[in-house]
């Protein structure tokens, strides 16, 4: 599925470290969603942007800035994460839709916080 | 919320069987999706059901709304199905959050 991109793939960093995770969709969708999916842990909505608006965060700590520039990127802005903050994250788009939307994920950053 | 159970949460098969992977939900969606996780940890769309059914190939699924349950259906199973199977559920909306289940882990042996 190459509709929906995130780079890097991997990433490992300090936990005074700063980076960002970048997705990219190509599928002409207006809503972009990251997901956090931790080891045994269900998958976690973790912000949604419609048309390039925050819509939705589900009470995310700060150490997680996310960015809407458009409505083909989305980034997530990584800082003073802790080791729990280890996991998969995935991106997702769809058509901003007043019922239903069906979602399609990029590959995912596996995130390893030292 | 929406809580969403699958079950079973394991499941191991021989090469050629057939198998039945169910999802409930604890209150009505609009937006119904059955995902495949490969070990590279990729969600592939499997199908997108609030109701019906589809097929698409050895796999179908049937979603009942009115009773609040979805079942992935996998025929003549192959080595190339293992991993986990997720289903979500949402309502839809401004927010189209999907809620999803803990998943279903297939192995599937020659």
């Known amino acids: 599925e190459t509709g929906v991109t995130q780079t890097p793939r991997h990433l490992v960093m300090g936990m005074t470290n700063k980076k960002s995770l970048k997705c990219e969709q190509h599928?002409?969708?207006?809503?972009m969603y990251w997901y956090k999916q931790s080891a045994k842990k269900p998958l976690e909505l973790m912000f949604v942007?419609?048309?390039?608006?925050?819509?939705e965060n589900n009470s995310v700590p700060s150490r997680f800035s996310p960015e809407c520039p458009n409505s083909s990127h989305l980034f997530l802005h990584l800082h003073t994460l802790q080791p729990e903050d280890s996991a998969l994250y995935l991106c997702?788009?769809?058509?901003?839709?007043?019922?239903?939307?069906?979602?399609?994920f990029g590959p995912g950053t596996r995130l390893t916080v030292t | 919320g929406i809580q969403v159970e699958q079950s079973p949460p394991d499941l191991i098969l021989q090469e050629g069987a057939n198998s039945t992977l169910r999802c409930n939900f604890s209150?009505?969606?609009?937006?119904l999706q059955w995902f495949h996780q490969n070990p590279w940890g990729q969600l592939i769309n499997l199908f997108y059901?609030?109701?019906g059914t589809k097929q698409n190939g050895r796999l179908s699924a049937t979603t009942v709304a009115t009773e609040r349950y979805s079942l992935l259906y996998i025929s003549s199973s192959q080595t190339t199905d293992s991993g986990v199977y997720f289903c979500?559920?949402?309502?839809?909306?401004?927010?189209?959050?999907?809620?999803f289940g803990t998943g279903t882990l297939l192995a599937v042996q020659p």
């Open positions: 997702a788009s769809s058509h901003r839709m007043t019922v239903g939307g069906e979602q399609y």
């Open positions: 599928l002409g969708h207006n809503a």
């Open positions: 942007y419609s048309l390039e608006e925050r819509v």
């Open positions: 209150d009505s969606v609009n937006n």
């Open positions: 059901i609030p109701s």
């Open positions: 979500a559920g949402g309502y839809g909306g401004a927010t189209n959050k999907l809620i």
